[in-house]
């Protein structure tokens, strides 16, 4: 309860005594002393801030001691402590039994104050129970101020008493025999092998882990030293005798190994963590005098234990059989096991006829319906039989790699060994060749005379190209039968196209434009009408010399043709007169006159104009009689007016 007030009331703030209240007062007012009321003479507080004097800094202040200056220090806006002198004495303070009125309410010591708690102590040991206790400011008898005992009933036990190895909590810190004035001294064990060393100790009662109760490790740092540990074979001093190995626990025994075959003799022994010289750590020699003579030597058939396991010659001994007829080969059924062959005996078995010399195993067969080498097979390969070739095919041909030698010619054999495939009945010399890409005929041709040539139809029309062919059992892709392409990289030349006027061969007929060309005809003298003679065919009109007319009759002369209407006093330029081209020479003036006396005689003429004396030919000239139909005959005879004419034609 320290810091609790005691006794009676403290003295308040002393103050000098020259000083009443009043001026006290006065001279805590600051600058602006309070001005006297008018009418009653009482100072009127003017100034806007009241505080009271907090001397014991508790936080309330003496309502006696006031000022107006704000925000001084040492002041409080509270005004109810009612002992400024004493900072535990203050509103709501705690009231103690100390005849002081701590809360400032009037009262002293009133309530249940804080300090008046007894503590029964039934042991007298200056300590009560904290679960037995009374309240008051007079001390009861039996009961104590303190409390915290644990045990009320052991007057050794209290806070702060001395602990002891005893299991209990003497000094009520709930932790029991820690420094007990009894415990034992223990020894650092750094390694954990139970010996410490004297360097460093500690007090326990009990075995603390990491120490120990003796000081005799030689070696705290390592835990396979301390006395009394078995001796290892470790080169390590490990019961600190200062000796290294001796009658270590672990140390195997070694046999004397006099012959060096590595193993050696059970009865010569000794004990050691290191060989000692010609011994070694194998017991199992049967014979230490005898190198050849140990575990796992080989067996030699020599009437001899070599490896030592109590048999003699097992597992190299031999078999020899019964050779009744010398021929090298005896019987299973005889036999007798020894290093070496007995009189009679022999090394090979197998004999299946002993009385006959010439029959054993490996002797030749012969077709004589004996088993001569006593395979239990007759005849086979015999040496007087014949080559016959397996014939899995059964198409009567063999195959040349499965042969037998055979006495006759059985079930599944051919005499023959030409058979390709001896797999397949229909492939043998005498099969006809069929187009599948296999020689049926085995004659290492394929498809040979069965293939189908093909040609390549580049621009897929359907026509394939002469020079270029393979041949196939089926068309290859992009091929046909036929080689009649004339152009294989254009599809529109074949032999079905449709010929087109374009100096292009479409049909393959090796003709080019024929039948879809124009006949165009001469026209020398370019009259516009051709010659029906001088032709050309083309797909479009020459750029000169040529027409689609063919009516010319003379292309010579621009004036000869069938659209002329005049007539010519000369031909043409070949001596003819056919202008028009109509096949004619049409006379222009093709009549004689007929002038004759008509009417009354003497008087008037009537006929016709024309020739006075026949009709001359184109171009001849002759006497024309222009006219004398109506003429006034003058002269009589009715000759008309004559003129000198040529014949005109066209």
């Known amino acids: 309860m320290g810091g609790k007030r005691l006794g009676a009331q403290s003295d308040r703030a002393m103050m000098p005594p020259s000083m009443t209240p009043s001026l006290l007062v006065l001279a805590l007012w600051g600058c602006t002393p309070p001005v006297p009321d008018g009418d009653s003479g009482v100072p009127v507080d003017t100034n806007p ?27 409080v806006d509270d005004a109810s402590d009612c002992d400024d002198g004493d900072a535990e004495a203050f509103p709501g303070a705690t009231e103690y039994c100390n005849q002081l009125d701590d809360d400032c309410d009037g009262a002293v010591d009133e309530g249940d104050p804080e300090d008046q708690v007894w503590h029964r102590d ?26 915290g005992d644990c045990d009320d009933d052991d007057p050794d036990s209290f806070p702060g008493a001395d602990e002891f190895c005893d299991g209990l909590d003497q000094d009520c810190d709930d932790t029991v025999d820690e420094e007990a004035l009894d415990a034992s001294t223990w020894y650092l064990d750094a390694d954990g092998d139970d010996h410490g060393v004297a360097d460093e100790t500690t007090l326990s009662c009990d075995d603390p882990r990491g120490w120990a109760a003796t000081t005799d490790d030689c070696d705290d740092s390592d835990d396979r030293r301390f006395p009394g540990n078995p001796e290892l074979c470790d ?47 194998d017991a199992t020699d049967c014979d230490d005098q005898d190198g050849t003579r140990y575990p796992d030597a080989p067996e030699q058939c020599d009437g ?20 009744a007829d010398a021929d090298g080969y005896g019987v299973d059924t005889t036999t007798v096991e020894a290093c070496t062959a007995p009189s009679d005996y022999v090394a090979e078995p197998g004999d299946c006829n002993d009385a006959d010399g010439g029959i054993k195993p490996g002797a030749s067969e012969g077709c004589d319906g004996v088993d001569e080498d006593c395979d239990t097979a007759i005849d086979e390969d015999p040496v007087d039989g014949d080559t016959f070739y397996g014939d899995s095919d059964g198409d009567g041909f063999g195959d ?10 059985g079930s599944g054999w051919s005499a023959t060994d030409d058979d390709c495939d001896d797999g397949d009945a229909a492939v043998n010399p005498d099969a006809a060749e069929v187009c599948d890409h296999t020689d049926q005929d085995c004659d290492s041709s394929v498809d040979e005379g069965a293939t189908t040539t093909f040609y390549d139809d580049g621009d897929g029309d359907g ?14 892709s992009g091929t046909v039968e036929n080689s009649d392409d004339c152009d294989d990289g254009d599809a529109t030349v074949n032999p079905d196209a449709t010929e087109v006027c374009d100096t292009v061969d479409q049909d393959c007929d090796t003709a080019v434009d024929e039948g879809v060309t124009t006949t165009y005809y001469a026209d020398l003298d370019a009259d516009g009408y051709g010659d029906a003679t001088s032709v050309v065919d083309a797909c479009s009109l ?63 003429c009537e006929g016709d104009a024309g020739w006075e004396s026949g009709v001359p030919a184109c171009g001849d000239s002759a006497t024309w009689v222009e006219n004398c139909n109506g003429a006034v005959d003058l002269d009589g005879n009715c000759g008309g007016k004559t003129v000198t004419a040529t014949q005109m034609c066209r």
């Open 304 to 323: 001899d234990d070599e490896d030592c396991d109590s048999l003699v010659d097992e597992g190299v001994t031999e078999t020899f059989y019964l050779d």
């Open 463 to 476: 026509h394939g190209d002469p020079a270029v062919s393979t041949q196939a059992c089926s068309a290859p």
């Open 122 to 147: 039934r042991d007298a040991d200056g300590y009560g129970s904290d679960d037995d206790t009374l309240t008051g400011c007079e001390e009861p008898a039996g009961y104590t101020r303190a409390g």
């Open 542 to 604: 020459p750029a000169s010399g040529y027409v689609a007319d063919d009516t010319d009759c003379y292309d010579l002369n621009a004036a000869a043709n069938t659209a002329q209407t005049a007539f010519f006093s000369t031909d043409r330029g070949d001596g003819s007169y056919d202008w028009t081209c109509d096949g004619l020479e049409e006379q222009e003036l093709p009549d004689a006159a007929t002038c004759a006396a008509g009417g009354t005689s003497g008087k008037t």
């Open 235 to 281: 080169n390590v001093d490990n019961d600190c005798d200062a000796t290294v190995d001796e009658a270590a626990s672990d140390a195997p025994a070694w046999f004397l190994d006099s012959d060096g075959d590595g193993h050696g003799d059970p009865a010569e022994a000794e004990v050691a963590c290191d060989a000692p010289p010609d011994h070694v750590d």
């Open 49 to 75: 801030c009241t505080l009271y004097a907090d001397a014991d800094e508790d936080g309330y202040g003496d309502p006696a001691v006031v000022t107006h200056t704000c925000d001084l220090s040492g002041f």
């Open 400 to 409: 040349a790699l499965v042969s037998q030698i055979a006495c006759e010619l």
